[in-house]
């Protein structure tokens, strides 16, 4: 019996970088979904693990080969190697990458092996994390004559660091909506380089622990209280930090009152 569409392999191999979202099985497009079981190899991240592999055929292939700080992984030129090697033997190859691969997923070093190897290569956008947690605390990024401006920022470099090379000034404008990728163990340090450019102590700052888990730590209060407990009593899993005047409306999900059950057609 010949090969289904969905399980042939490709004539000519491909790679899709696909965002799974946060973690939430109902957050992931509909393109993510297709991608994945169309997929023969499928190379993952930790944090894109768990709902996002459900979709994947049983007799695909998956390669764990997330990063996640403190633990061994694939340097990103094995992983770059892997994926262009399955796609040269003509496999159908998905990158799984949590969040949104084209924010802080290193998606650009991806795109540039598989070009160079003159192996198609395609991006699937997912929810990205920073969207994903205000959501969870019922905030806006944006918010009329308070903020316009949203910005994406990582407070790690290659050595576990704060990177040196930070734009202060613009950090430290409460006018805009900061998002902070893998700043836990830095934020403390930043946040007192903020301060020292003008930034308020009393800004408002969120942190969300474990985004896409049934029941995801949730920290609100000011950019200080928010750096005290990161120094003192950092929450164990990954964490999102968003800070900015339009989180002043910000509440754990736990405070807020359940929202009405949908109701069915009639």
Known sequence: MADSPD?????????????????????LTLRAIDRLRAADVV?????ASGAALAHVRDDAEQIAVGKRSGQHAPK????????????????????????DPAIFARADEEITAARAAGIPVEIVPGVTTATAAAA????ALTKRLVARRVQFVTAHEVTGGLPDDLDLAALADAAATTCV????????ALAEKLFARG????????????????APGVIV??????????????????????????????TVPSERPPPDEPTAAT
């Not at 190379?43 to 944090?47: A, K, M, R, T, V």
């Not at 990103?76 to 969040?99: D, H, I, T």
């Not at 308020?200 to 049934?214: F, Y």
């Open 7 to 27: 399980t042939a392999p490709a004539a000519t191999g491909h790679i899709t970088l696909v965002g799974a979202g946060p973690g939430d099985a109902d957050l």
């Open 43 to 47: 190379l993952y991240d930790d944090l």
């Open 76 to 99: 990103q030129a094995e992983v770059s190697r892997l994926m262009v090697a399955y796609a040269a033997m003509g496999q159908r190859v998905v990158r799984l990458k949590s969040g």
């Open 136 to 139: 969870l605390v019922g905030s």
């Open 181 to 188: 990728f893998m700043g836990k163990a830095t934020f403390p």
């Open 199 to 214: 930034l308020s102590p009393e800004t408002p700052a969120v942190v969300v622990e474990n985004l896409g888990v049934a």
């Open 221 to 250: 209060g000011t950019v200080a209280t928010v750096a005290i407990r990161l120094r003192d009593a950092p929450p164990p899993g990954p964490c999102m930090i968003l800070y900015g005047a339009a989180l002043a409306d910000a």
